[in-house]
């Protein structure tokens, strides 16, 4: 008897514009293949005009979803059925998963940062100066107040868009928060124990930016974190390690937002291990 071969894999992947240097899908094929999962992660190049034909070709093609990054995040949420409670909050989208033709809106880059942040530092009672006020920024802030930081300062070289989120924020959240203007070179407040970059600054190839800081205003006390996944160990991270500060890479936020993105997707939860090893490896 012949053994039946099925060659249909289940799609996944990510629209964003630069993606070429993104290694999301390293990882999650890593873990599909460790858990025995028939399927893909493809980085597709979506120019922002071709957003909506982009998504509506995910679901004609039978995707279970796909993750958002730069610059769609925002935009992504007014092609879709639905918009969970956070992501709502948030107000971006960076995950989509389909169930049964219906697009719904998730946010996972919050949740993957918390996770990742509280290997090093506790958020409670906290602040912590996030530098950008995009979709990434908007998820962390959100996350953090959730998550109980006393304040969060928003730092944007746009102070409009600085003000609106920090307003947003305490609007929205048990949290205090504050925009402070960032025109010139920014001196870290002295009571912010968690310093995040929440901007493309430093991201491959432009390794050797990083976000223009007073360096020295950084205490030894202070966790210093980096959204930025390639590299991983970024100028701002080296910069506040001479400092004598804890960092955190990008790498584990986006390990732990794949660990909830996949999960949407397929309903398993993937082993963190395998993952992180792969993005070690890629990065060695």
Request: hydrophobic residues 50%.
């Amino acid at each position: 008897m012949t053994a039946t071969h099925n060659f249909l894999s289940t799609l996944t992947g990510v629209f964003a514009s630069p993606v070429a240097e993104n290694p999301t899908g390293v990882m999650v094929e890593a873990a599909y293949r460790h858990h025995g999962v028939a399927a893909r992660y493809v980085n597709c190049d979506v120019a922002p005009e071709n957003l909506e034909a982009a998504v509506r070709g995910a679901v004609a093609m039978g995707w279970v979803g796909f993750n958002c990054s730069l610059p769609h995040k925002v935009a992504v949420m007014a092609f879709l059925d639905e918009i969970a409670e956070s992501a709502a909050l948030i107000g971006a989208v960076n995950c989509v998963v389909v169930r049964e033709g219906r697009l719904v809106g998730e946010n996972t880059d919050g949740q993957g940062f918390l996770a990742s942040l509280r290997t090093t530092v506790d958020p409670r009672s906290q602040v912590a100066l996030v530098l950008g006020a995009g979709g990434a920024a908007r998820a962390i802030a959100v996350e953090l107040a959730l998550a109980g930081a006393r304040k969060i300062v928003i730092a944007n070289r746009s102070p409009q868009r600085a003000a609106d989120l920090a307003r947003h924020v305490k609007e929205r959240t048990p949290a205090d928060a504050a925009a402070i203007d960032w025109a010139g070179t920014l001196t870290v407040p002295d009571d912010a124990g968690i310093v995040i970059n929440a901007t493309s600054i430093g991201l491959f190839p432009h390794v050797d930016e990083r976000p223009d800081l007073d360096y020295g205003s950084l205490g030894p006390a202070t966790a210093v974190a980096d959204v930025i996944p390639n590299p991983p160990h970024t100028a701002f991270l080296r910069a506040a390690e001479a400092r004598g500060c804890a960092t955190i890479d990008g790498l584990g936020m986006l390990v732990n937002q794949a660990v909830i993105g996949i999960r949407l997707w397929t309903g398993v939860d993937a082993d963190t291990h395998v993952m992180r090893a792969a993005l070690d490896e890629l990065f060695a």
